[in-house]
């Protein structure tokens, strides 16, 4: 039965992965795999993490099921951390957590959810964007359509997406980045949000806010800006969590589900049906990642440490993007990319086309994929020279 089934190509990132281990230069630079680093290119477990895992060990009781929506200390938590303390939409009820695996399987949850509950409903990605969105949701069976991000110039084309966010079909899906735009570093301002915020509502669209990278921008309250304001200003919304980066929990899974309603009894409909979405996909979420991160924001002490780690992290980032815009002073360059400095997170669409990415990978042995997106928790202070110098090479 499987004689017809054909071999696709596989993953662009993980075949960088396989081609830059198997490159014998001293000087190769990994600026492909979406993961922080270190300044010696290591992703750390922080230590707030350790610490909860210790804690966990020593007072753990059980390995029993967590039940579909996931363990209620997790919710708990989340949701805080997402809307702020005292949020209005909290204190009405409007809200619940459902845990999932990683961010992907909340996006996962909300298209099974958009297909079953809103059939017909199209969504709106915008370009680029994260590609396993396109996977995602095709898979759930809904119709994609697309919104401009990006300029010839390699700009935020704000008023492109905007245009476009203007002719979208009454009552259709739009995702949003929340922050730390997923490949390309570009991020709205709180008054480009409000204008979103009016299109969204005149157009009576269901906004769906992919969160992956909180406190990986400006920090946690000042990158949840945009999904507060569009919680409290519209009944209906849809959020993706990911604990993943912020925690550096990636191989935990921990990820979260947030639908939003315009009361506590419609959220109460709402939930019962997440539950169902959630029980045919995966029954149960797995419990380590949430319960380290439950344990870390319901203690006073690791919060205070999680968050200095998280602060030196964004800090390390926004450092190097400037610092690396610098470097590239000597060789005439820094006005070309200084986009690079007002980007935030990880990813940086550097501007780069793929033939210069191509031998920036032959000739220097620096990888990134073809698209010029580039991880910049993959520079260091160590490499930043080189890189400067390879960039200018091929420019």
Known sequence: MFEHIERVPGD????????FKKDTNPQKVDLGVGVYKDA???TPVMRAVKEAEALLLKNETT???????????YGAAILPMVFGEGSP???????????SPGGTGALRLAADFIAKMLPGKGIWLSDPTWPNHHGIFTAAGIELHKYPYVDAENRLDFDGMLGALKQIPHGDVVLLHACCHNPTGFDLSQAQWQQVLEVVRERNLLPLVDFAYQ??????????????????????????????????IYCERTGCLIMVAKDAEQMENVRSQV????????SNPPAHGGAIVSEILHSAELAVIWREELTEMRDRINTLRRDFVEALAPYGLDQKYAHIAEQRGMFSY???????????????????????????????????PYLAKAVAAVN
């Not at 939409?89 to 845990?99: E, F, K």
């Not at 031998?359 to 490499?383: C, K, Q």
């Open 350 to 384: 550097t501007g780069l086309t793929p033939e210069q990415v191509d031998r920036l990978r032959d000739e220097f042995g620096i990888y990134m994929v073809r698209s010029g997106r580039a991880n910049v928790a993959g520079f260091s202070h160590a490499n930043l």
């Open 12 to 19: 662009a990132i993980l075949g960088l992965i396989e081609a």
């Open 40 to 42: 010696q290119g290591n």
């Open 89 to 99: 939409v909290l204190a009405a009820g409007r809200a619940s957590a459902t845990q």
């Open 63 to 73: 390995k029993t099921y967590i039940g579909s929506h996931g363990a209620l200390e």
């Open 215 to 248: 406190g990986f921008g400006e920090g946690l309250d000042e990158d949840a800006y945009g999904v507060r304001l569009l919680a409290e200003s519209l009944d209906e919304v849809i959020i993706t969590s990911s604990c993943s980066k912020n925690f550096g």
């Open 275 to 282: 539950a169902i979405v959630a029980r045919e996909n995966y």
